[in-house]
Nanobody
Framework: QVQLVESGGGLVQAGDSLRLSCAASGRTFSSYVMGWFRQAPGKEREFVAV????????YYADSVKGRFTISRDNAKNTVYLQMNSLKPEDTAVYYC????????????????????WGQGTQVTVSS
């Protein structure tokens, strides 16, 4: 079991940067694949980025590739999403999610593949 709490959202201007954090409870954080998703008003929740349990592998949605970076600190039970060159279309509620990797190297990108979710943090980018 793991509980997730996101933070770091806010209101910024286009071109600015933000770093989101997701703090996880539990002693087995390092065994979870961690993902970031986002949901804009009136739209489906969509995949943003994922990182392997070790931090050695990452994968991004095309819409954020080259601008966002996912990372994790297993000693702090925290996963981060560094967001640079933000655009108005990045406006959404951002959620972190955890999937028990059980040693697998598979990087999940679908909502149903994740069993644990945070409450979300709002990111608003003004033009």
């Amino acid at each position: 079991q793991v509980q997730l709490v996101e933070s770091g959202g806010g209101l910024v201007q286009a071109g600015d940067s933000l770093r989101l954090s997701c703090a996880a409870s539990g002693r087995t954080f390092s065994s979870y694949v961690m993902g970031w998703f986002r949901q804009a008003p009136g739209k489906e929740r969509e995949f943003v980025a994922v990182i392997s349990w070790s931090g050695g592998s990452t994968y991004y949605a095309d819409s954020v590739k080259g601008r966002f970076t996912i990372s994790r600190d297993n000693a702090k039970n925290t996963v981060y999403l560094q967001m640079n060159s933000l655009k108005p279309e990045d406006t959404a509620v951002y959620y972190c999610a955890a999937r028990d990797a059980s040693g697998s190297r598979y990087l999940a990108t679908r909502r149903y593949e994740y069993g644990y979710w945070g409450q979300g943090t709002q990111v608003t980018v003004s033009s």
